[in-house]
T-cell receptor, first 111, second 112 residues
Framework: SQQGEEDPQALSIQEGENATMNCSYKTSINNLQWYRQNSGRGLVHLILIRSNEREKHSGRLRVTLDTSKKSSSLLITASRAADTASYFCATDGSRGGKLIFGQGTELSVKP | EAQVTQNPRYLITVTGKKLTVTCSQNMNHEYMSWYRQDPGLGLRQIYYSMNVEVTDKGDVPEGYKVSRKEKRNFPLILESPSPNQTSLYFC???????????FGDGTRLSIL
């Protein structure tokens, strides 16, 4: 079963706009991670937020975590065409060692 | 350069013909994992390994085998491939379970 569920499934915006993607999960976690995947390529780790953190920044990325609602959001500010990719959240689940991925949000940034 | 290397990158084969997809990492990571990616289903974990000689089933282990005899290598074995195993496969590694993973470039398997 999928632990992380991303929303929306697809998002299309213009360059310069902000993009927000959401992730919900079901069980308690130690951390939540966001990954990016360019078409058909391997995933690339973007950012990790621990369960005791509420917000984290990395460059144009801002991640929030609300453990009471079991949800997270990824904000990409001032998006660029090169940000076009699929974005996945992943949680470490209830058993150590397993990283459970959601189905992803497909982001398209038009120049 | 830190990397996870998978081979082959592409393979077309027939039902029942045993195949192995190799995975090697050069980062001395303890944790390694295999995923398959199918449209609409995201990434699903097949098997993972917390360390040498320690492997465990993921969410979709049926029809697959793995071994972890050395820290750097984690091959995925399909003893008798079937068409429903046609997919895009990824190997990944991290220094410890639950930590950020480095992914290989993927292996696209087609089983006819």
């Amino acid at each position: 079963s999928q632990q992380g569920e991303e929303d929306p499934q697809a998002l299309s915006i213009q360059e310069g706009e902000n993009a927000t993607m959401n992730c919900s999960y079901k069980t308690s976690i130690n951390n939540l991670q966001w990954y990016r995947q360019n078409s058909g390529r391997g995933l690339v780790h973007l950012i990790l937020i621990r369960s005791n953190e509420r917000e984290k920044h990395s460059g144009r990325l801002r991640v929030t975590l609300d453990t009471s609602k079991k949800s997270s959001s990824l904000l990409i500010t001032a998006s660029r065409a090169a940000d076009t990719a699929s974005y996945f959240c992943a949680t470490d689940g209830s058993r150590g060692g397993k990283l459970i991925f959601g189905q992803g949000t497909e982001l398209s940034v038009k120049p | 350069e830190a990397q996870v290397t998978q081979n082959p990158r592409y393979l077309i084969t027939v039902t029942g013909k045993k195949l192995t997809v190799t995975c090697s990492q050069n980062m001395n990571h303890e944790y390694m994992s295999w995923y398959r990616q199918d449209p609409g289903l995201g990434l699903r974990q097949i098997y993972y390994s917390m360390n040498v000689e320690v492997t465990d089933k993921g969410d979709v282990p049926e029809g697959y085998k793995v071994s972890r005899k050395e820290k750097r290598n984690f091959p995925l074995i399909l003893e008798s491939p079937s068409p429903n195993q046609t997919s895009l496969y990824f190997c990944a590694s991290s220094w410890r379970g639950g930590q950020p993973q480095h992914f290989g470039d993927g292996t696209r398997l087609s089983i006819l």
